[in-house]
C-alpha cells in the first residue's frame, strides 16, 4: 500500500476534508457514517407516518409562491395512493421554481425525501431533498450514508469521494481469513462496504448500537492498530542501549537505613522491578502506579541511587512548582547526607542564577529536581542515567518526547497516582511495563468523607477551629473556576478574607497560582513547619503536597471537581496517625453528573474503583489526556463495551508483529499513517 494516496479533489474540497482529518483515500475509507437514511423503498403519501423520514414519489399538483416578507415557496404533490403532501421551502433559487414549474407542466414525478410533518393544511416536508426521475429510474439498493462533515462539505460530495475511495483504495485482507471466520468478523473489504452502503435488510440498531459484526471488525482493526504501534515502540526502545546500572545497593542501602520508617513489602517488590530493569542495557520504561500517599517517592530515590552510585545524573521532574521543591526538600533530606549533590531547578529563577544552576546541572549535580524547565532550558548532562517524572499523566506528549531526546537514551520511570483501569492499561500504556504499588504505609487512618450543603459552612468552619484547637492543621480549597485566571485568583483572596474574619485567632495563608515562586515557597514551608493552622489554596496543591499534621480538608463547591481531583484532594490528608475528615462543601441544586460524582467520592476510598467509575461516567479522555493528539486516538472502539476485542487486538499483535511485519506495517499505514509517532510517546 502506497504510504500516501492524496484524494483526488479540487483543493478547495481538500482544505475542507482536512479538516475533518482525512488527507488519504484510506482516511475516506475509514470515515463512518453517522446514521443512515432509507431510500431503499416508497412510501405512499396516505400511508406517511408523521416525525418518520421517508422516501414518496409523487407528481407535481401545483406550485404557490407566497408574498414577502413570508416569500416562500410550496409545492404540492400527489401519488396514485391518493394522499397529498405540501413541500415547503423557506428559501429557493428561481432556477429551482422554474424546474418545478416544468416538471408540474410535464406531469413528471419527483423522489422526495423528507420528514413529514403535520402542517398549516395537512401533511408536509419543509426543505425535503428531491430529484426528479423518470418512470423507470431504480430505487436505491442500499440505505444512504450520512457522514460526519464540516461547512461547505455536503453529503452527497462525501458520499461521491467515499463511493470512489471504496473502489480505488487497497482494501485488502491483512489478518488470516480463518482466524476471522473464527472469531466471526467479516474481511476488512466486506466490513467498510457494509457500513457505507449497507443492504436495506440490515438491522439497522446493530449499526446504531455498533454490535453489527461489520462494526465489530472496524473496532477490531482500531484497538489492533493502537496495540501495533505501541508494540513497535516498546520493541524499538529495548533495541536502544542505556547505561547499565549496576545494583550493588549500597548507597540505596544507606538511604533505607537512615529512614525513620521501614518499606513496606510492596515497595521493596516494586523497588527490586526497577532495580533490575536498570541493571539491564535496554532503556526502562516502566510506571510505577500508586495510590495517593502510598509512597512513590522514596521508591524513585532508591533507583536515583542506584544511578547516582554507578556515577550518572538524575533528572526528576514534577508538574508544579511546588511539587517539585517538596521533591527537592525531601529528596535533600534523603540524600545530602550521603553525599549526594541534590540541585533544583525552576522556569522561574533569575537570569544569572539561572545560567549557574544549569551550568551545575550539567556537570556536577547528581540528582536534580524540576518542573518543565528542565525540558525547556537547554541542559546537557554530561552522563544522565536516569529519568524520573512524577505525576506523569500532567505531562504533554510533546514534553516527554523532549525528554527523551535529552542525551543519550537514559532510562525512565514514570509514576502516577491516577490509577489506570485495567482496559485502558492495556491500550494505552501497553508500551510500559508496570509496578504497582499497591498498599498503604502502616499507621495511616482512612480518611472520613462528609457532604455538607453549602447552608451548613458555619459547621464546617467550626470542625476547622476544632480540627486546630487539637493541634492540628486544615486546608481549604477554593472553588474551580474554569472561565479565568483572574476570577479564579479573586474567589481565592475573597475566600482567604472571609475566613480570616471568621477565623481570628487562626493562623490563616493563602497559596495560589499567581504567587511567584519564593512566596509559593514560604508559604509551603511555614505550613510544613505548622507556623500555619489553616491553608487557603487554589488548586496548586492538588499533587504531591505532603503534611502529615494536617487532617481536615474543605473543598468548596466541590461540585465543580473532577473525580481525579477529588480523590487527590482527599489523599493530602489521613497521612498521620490522626484521625482525618475531608468535608465536600457543595453548593444545591446539584446537576446529575455533579451528584453522581459526589455520590462516588463519598462511597469509594480505593482510588482504581474510583477511576473505574471515572471512566464509565466520562470516557477515557481524561485518563490519557496526554496521549492525546487533539482527536481522540480510537474513534470507533469503546474501552468499556469493547474490553473482548482489547484483549484480542493484543494477542493479535503479538502474533502479527512475530509472523507478519509487513503485513502488521500496513495494518498500521491503513489506519494511522503519518499519526504513528504520537502514540510513541
Ligand atoms: P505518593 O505515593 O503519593 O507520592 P509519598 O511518596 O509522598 O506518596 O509518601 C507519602 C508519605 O508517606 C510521605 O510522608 C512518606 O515519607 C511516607 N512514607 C513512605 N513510605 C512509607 C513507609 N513505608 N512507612 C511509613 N511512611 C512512609
Ligand atoms: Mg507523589
Known sequence: MPAREPIDAPPAIRNRLRRLGLERRE???????????????????????VGVAL??????????????????????????????????????????QRALEAACAAGSRLRIFGEVRHGFNGLEMVHPRYRIVAADEPLAQSLTPVYPTTAGLGQATLRRLVARALHDADLSELLDPDWCRVQALPSFAAAVSLLH????????????????????????????????????AYLARRQQVAPVLPATGQLAQQLECSL?????????????????????????QRLLQGDVGCGKTIVAALAACQAIEA????????????????????????????????????????????????????????????????????????????????????????????????????????????????????????????SLIDQMPPGRSPVRTRLF???????????????????????????????????????????????????????????HGRLRSE????????????????LVATTVIEVGVDVANASLMVIEHAERF??????????????????????????????????????????????????????????????????QSGEPLLRHADLENDADLVELAQSMAARLLHDSPERAGRHLQRWLGDREDLLRA
Open 27 to 49: 482516511d475516506l475509507v475509514l470515515h463512518l457514517p453517522l446514521r443512515y437514511e432509507d431510500e431503499t423503498r416508497v412510501t405512499p403519501i396516505a400511508e406517511a407516518a
Open 55 to 96: 422516501l414518496v414519489e409523487a407528481e407535481v399538483l401545483d406550485l404557490a409562491v407566497g408574498r414577502a416578507p413570508r416569500r416562500q415557496l410550496v409545492v404540492r404533490v400527489g401519488d396514485a395512493s391518493g394522499g397529498i403532501l405540501a413541500l415547503r421551502f423557506i428559501s429557493f433559487h428561481g432556477s429551482q
Open 197 to 232: 452502503a449497507p443492504p436495506p435488510t440490515v438491522a439497522e440498531s446493530t449499526l446504531h448500537d455498533r454490535s453489527h459484526p461489520a462494526w465489530r471488525r472496524i473496532k477490531f482493526d482500531e484497538l489492533l492498530a493502537q496495540q501495533l504501534s505501541l508494540r513497535r
Open 260 to 284: 525513620p520508617f521501614a518499606l513496606t513489602a510492596a515497595q521493596r517488590r516494586v523497588a527490586a522491578e526497577i532495580a533490575g530493569d536498570l541493571a539491564q542495557s535496554s532503556p526502562m
Open 311 to 434: 556515577g550518572y545524573q538524575v533528572a526528576l521532574m514534577a508538574p508544579t512548582e511546588i511539587l517539585a521543591e517538596q521533591h527537592f526538600l525531601k529528596l535533600r533530606a534523603w540524600l545530602e547526607p550521603l553525599a549526594v549533590e541534590v540541585l533544583w531547578l525552576t522556569g522561574s529563577l533569575s537570569g544569572k542564577l539561572k545560567r549557574q544552576r544549569r551550568q551545575q546541572a550539567a556537570t556536577s549535580a547528581q540528582l536534580v529536581v524540576g518542573t518543565h524547565a528542565l525540558i525547556q532550558e537547554s541542559i546537557d548532562f554530561s552522563r544522565l542515567g536516569l529519568i524520573i517524572v512524577d505525576e506523569q499523566h500532567r505531562f504533554g506528549v510533546r514534553q516527554r518526547l523532549e525528554l527523551r531526546r535529552k542525551g543519550g537514551n537514559p532510562h525512565q520511570l514514570m509514576m502516577s497516582a491516577t490509577p489506570i483501569p485495567r482496559t485502558l492499561a492495556m491500550s494505552y500504556y501497553a508500551d510500559l511495563d508496570v
Open 453 to 511: 450543603s453549602a447552608d451548613r459552612r458555619a459547621q464546617v468552619v467550626a470542625a476547622v477551629r476544632a480540627a486546630v484547637a487539637g493541634g492540628r492543621q486544615a486546608y481549604w480549597v477554593c472553588p474551580l473556576i474554569e472561565e479565568s485566571d483572574k476570577v479564579d485568583l479573586q474567589a481565592a483572596l475573597d475566600t482567604h478574607a472571609v475566613l480570616s474574619s471568621e477565623l481570628v485567632d487562626l493562623r490563616i495563608a493563602l497559596v
Open 519 to 534: 512566596e509559593k515557597a514560604a508559604v509551603m514551608a511555614a505550613f510544613v513547619a505548622g507556623e500555619v493552622d489553616l
Open 562 to 627: 473532577g473525580l481525579a481531583q477529588l480523590h487527590q484532594l482527599r489523599g493530602r490528608v489521613g497521612r498521620g496517625a490522626h484521625e482525618s475528615v475531608c468535608v465536600l462543601l457543595y453548593q444545591p441544586p446539584l446537576s446529575a453528573s455533579a451528584r453522581a460524582r459526589l455520590k462516588i467520592i463519598f462511597e469509594h476510598a480505593d482510588g482504581f474503583e474510583i477511576a473505574r467509575q471515572d471512566l464509565r461516567l466520562r470516557g477515557p479522555g481524561e485518563f490519557v489526556g496526554s496521549r
